[in-house]
């Protein structure tokens, strides 16, 4: 399974950004694809997920601004990023599941099994 994720890069403050992740390897359409994010110093966070059903999940601290979506045709899924803060500078991750139609969504970093090589994105304020 190979994920490349592309679309970062730098932002005022307020401004937007998409994210994207192309998958390939196996059944795309059967597995949770999540995003997760990284900030210098800190650990690795979850920050949103769709399950292979369509159902989202987001943090709390993403939750009104950030939109996960998947294209099941293109084997992608996508992050829309608006009114982003300086906080929201990170590494951006994409990953895949690694539970075959799992019910739910996953959000732990142990619940995938794959994972992009991450794109930068950092706002200034």
């Known amino acids: 399974v190979q994920l490349q994720a592309s679309g970062g890069g730098s932002v005022q403050a307020g401004g937007s950004l998409r994210l994207s992740c192309a998958a390939s390897g196996r059944t795309f359409s059967s597995y949770v694809m999540g995003w997760f994010r990284q900030a210098p110093g800190k650990e690795r966070e979850f920050v949103a997920a769709?399950?292979?059903?369509?159902?989202?999940t987001y943090a709390d601290s993403v939750k009104g601004r950030f939109t996960i979506s998947r294209d099941n045709a293109k084997n992608a899924v996508y992050l829309q990023m608006n009114s982003l803060k300086p906080e929201d500078t990170a590494v951006y991750y994409c990953?895949?599941?690694?539970?075959?139609?799992?019910?739910?969504?996953?959000?732990?970093?142990?619940?995938?099994?794959?994972w992009g090589q991450g794109t930068q994105v950092t706002v200034s304020s």
């Open positions: 990953a895949s599941d690694r539970l075959r139609l799992r019910i739910g969504v996953a959000r732990r970093m142990n619940e995938y099994g794959y």
């Open positions: 769709v399950s292979w059903s369509g159902r989202n």
